[in-house]
């Protein structure tokens, strides 16, 4: 067994664990954080992906001890407390999701493409940044028009926020 | 996965000196080959050494002649490095067609480097741009680096901390994706040098990456897509699989060969 610390969704947790312990197993049966999914295991699908110090990764292949002292943020650490963040109100208003599987995974890619191309994504742009995102329901339609819109009412929720 | 023990050191001595007194250690970056590996127990090291935490191994330099990136640099970093982009672009655009942007964050230069899978596309920039790969112990020219399959140059417990990519006069890399896995069926890189143009081909090659001598040649005689047309590569030698057989692989070259050249001489 090993320590590790790490700061998830804002909290400080640590925990002693077999170093075989992948991020994602460790977010899901240690801290009971089952939001991120397990797909393919194998980097593929997407279904596990998280921020990392802010950038997206496939949970399932990293160990948990190699994220000593990062920030984590999981799908359940988007929402601000009931309201939802803008992109997961996108999905659920653009209908971005069948089954719902693959969504999690979905979203935190989507907040991380538009962190890094902006509000202003086209839809070639985002078709291509969801490379690593299988979805098996063959939603990619809506999920595109999800993330487009999610993108655009990222760059207006801080003025929304400021308003409040 | 088998058990290991994990270490993770904070400098390049203090990783080179587990390595030397630990059983069966192997080092880990990114872990995008590594993991999955261990996961399949196809490899299960009794100790990992996680490189992660040694900063000596971060950060792109340039400089008039070469642009120096340190071996924990990840693709998208390599991918969104103004310098890189400035110096070498066909450099940042391959590392921008690797796997998928998560991918990209994690996955490292030293890494793929080390592991010179033959379906790889760092090991032909290195190869066709005459890189220097930095280690703990010495400077290796690409030439002398990849051996083979999964083999190069390092010696056990050896660390690659940096690659120096010479600055080409002109350079372009294109590679023709298997659909579903989405690694290199054949990628191509060339570059214009002075005195010199470098083929390297990745992805076809039964023993790894190779240089394309007869391409070369007439490429030295005139840098155009154009000095290709007929020349194809011979089937020998190749890698023949489920994907693609060594006569189509053949093809391949030859055609993203010259649309490398395509895209070198379109750059401004």
């Known amino acids: 067994m090993a320590a590790v610390s790490m700061t998830v969704n804002g909290r400080s947790v640590t925990a002693d664990i077999d170093p075989r312990t992948l991020l994602v197993q460790f977010l899901r049966e240690d801290l009971r954080l089952t939001g991120t999914h397990v797909g393919c295991d194998t980097s593929q699908c997407g279904a596990c992906v998280v921020h990392l110090d802010g950038k997206a990764v496939k949970a399932c292949t990293i160990l948990a001890l190699q994220c000593e002292g990062a920030h984590v943020t999981t799908i359940e650490g988007l929402a601000n407390g009931t309201e939802l963040h803008p992109m997961q109100a996108a999905f659920r208003e653009h209908h971005g999701l069948q089954c719902g599987f693959c969504t999690p995974g979905m979203i935190m890619t989507a907040v991380d493409l538009v962190n890094r191309k902006g509000s202003d994504v086209d839809e070639h742009t985002i078709r291509h940044e969801l490379e690593g995102n299988l979805c098996r329901c063959t939603g990619y339609h809506n999920i595109v028009k999800a993330i487009a819109a999610g993108a655009r009412a990222m760059a207006q929720a801080p003025l929304r926020q400021a308003a409040e | ?268």
């Open chain 2, 1 to 268: 996965m088998y058990a290991f023990a994990f270490h993770r050191p904070t400098s390049l001595r203090q990783a080179a000196s587990l390595v030397g007194k630990l059983e069966d250690a192997k080092f880990i970056a990114g872990g995008h080959t590594l993991l999955p590996t261990m996961k399949q127990r196809l490899a299960g090291p009794a100790n990992l050494i996680d490189l992660n935490a040694i900063p000596e191994l971060a950060g792109i330099e340039r400089s008039a002649r070469a642009v120096t990136i340190g071996a924990l640099t990840r693709h998208a970093e390599v991918a969104e490095s103004k310098d890189v982009r400035e110096a070498i672009p066909a450099l940042a655009e391959l590392a921008q067609m690797i796997g998928d942007p998560a991918v990209r964050h994690r996955g490292t230069l030293g890494g793929s480097v080390a592991n010179n899978d033959p379906a790889a596309d760092y090991p032909a920039a290195c190869l066709g741009l005459a890189a220097t790969i930095v280690t703990n112990k010495r400077k290796i020219a690409a030439d002398d680096f990849f051996k083979g399959l999964f083999e190069t140059a390092l010696e056990e417990g050896e660390i690659v901390t940096r690659v120096s990519f010479p600055i080409p006069q002109r350079a372009g890399y294109m590679k023709f994706r298997n659909p579903a896995s989405r690694y290199a069926l054949v990628g191509v890189f060339v570059a214009k040098r002075a005195g010199e143009v470098r083929v390297a081909v990745t992805g076809a090659g039964a023993n790894g990456v190779f240089r394309w001598k007869e391409a070369e040649e007439r490429l030295k005689a005139r840098f155009a897509a154009k000095s290709l047309v007929g020349l194809s590569h011979s089937p020998e030698g190749l890698n023949s699989d489920i994907h693609a057989d060594a006569q189509y692989r053949a093809h391949l070259i030859g055609v993203m060969a010259r649309r490398a050249v395509e895209a070198a001489s379109n750059r401004e």
